[in-house]
T-cell receptor, first 113, second 111 residues
Framework: DGGITQSPKYLFRKEGQNVTLSCEQN?????MYWYRQDPGQGLRLIYY???????QKGDIAEGYSVSREKKESFPLTVTSAQKNPTAFYLC????????????FGQGTRLTVV | KQEVTQIPAALSVPEGENLVLNCSFTDSAIYNLQWFRQDPGKGLTSLLLIQSSQREQTSGRLNASLDKSSGRSTLYIAASQPGDSATYLC??????????WGAGTKLIIKP
């Protein structure tokens, strides 16, 4: 089955620790995205990538880093510089054309302990 | 800058009622508009995609309309069921291929 897989589903981070969230897709989509979702708010774009080895900052990139070494994979690292990382993180992918729909993973809930 | 607004933020209706969720956007230069459903603690499920050249799309009990000139879309749910309870999000794909999101409408269908 084609789709997007995020792992882990739940993640706990200690203060000062970096953690990496995984996102893999087998839809052959060029574009991939990371969003953060906080209660009562819309999705906010962290980073996006439209081609391998290239990515762009979104609206709230500070304290996060990404890589796009393979078309299928777009991992997100939440660094210790992100002061308020507790949130629900969603990964999405879409073809690089304007008319196509986006598909989402099931999300990772990150909690600082 | 494109902004997307969803009204109401929350809605509670008895089972069986027909209902309308609203989504408005400020810039009509969009490629498409997509409606999603999100269950608590879950990812987003795409419901309907309306291209900028289309006026509406239908899937089962769901009908989404798009009026680009007025910057509005509606999601109509017929004969609502408790299983329809979820948060509904709309997003427009802007001229830079980015998805711009509303904050969602939390829908509760009471048995």
């Amino acid at each position: 089955d084609g789709g997007i897989t995020q792992s882990p589903k739940y993640l706990f981070r200690k203060e000062g620790q970096n953690v990496t969230l995984s996102c893999e897709q087998n839809l052959n989509h060029d574009a991939m995205y990371w969003y953060r979702q906080d209660p009562g708010q819309g999705l906010r774009l962290i980073y996006y990538s439209q081609i391998v080895n290239d990515f762009q900052k979104g609206d709230i990139a500070e304290g996060y880093s990404v890589s796009r070494e393979k078309k299928e994979s777009f991992p997100l690292t939440v660094t210790s510089a992100q002061k308020n990382p507790t949130a629900f993180y969603l990964c999405a992918s879409s073809p690089l054309t304007g008319g196509e729909e986006a598909f989402f993973g099931q999300g990772t809930r990150l909690t600082v302990v | 800058k494109q902004e997307v607004t969803q009204i109401p933020a929350a809605l509670s209706v008895p089972e069986g009622e027909n209902l309308v969720l609203n989504c408005s956007f400020t810039d009509s230069a969009i490629y498409n508009l997509q409606w999603f459903r999100q269950d608590p603690g879950k990812g987003l499920t795409s419901l309907l995609l309306i291209q900028s050249s289309q006026r509406e799309q239908t899937s089962g009990r769901l009908n989404a309309s798009l009026d680009k000139s007025s910057g509005r879309s509606t999601l109509y749910i017929a004969a609502s069921q408790p299983g329809d309870s979820a948060t509904y999000l709309c997003a427009v794909r802007d001229s830079n291929y980015q998805l711009i999101w509303g904050a969602g409408t939390k829908l509760i269908i009471k048995p």
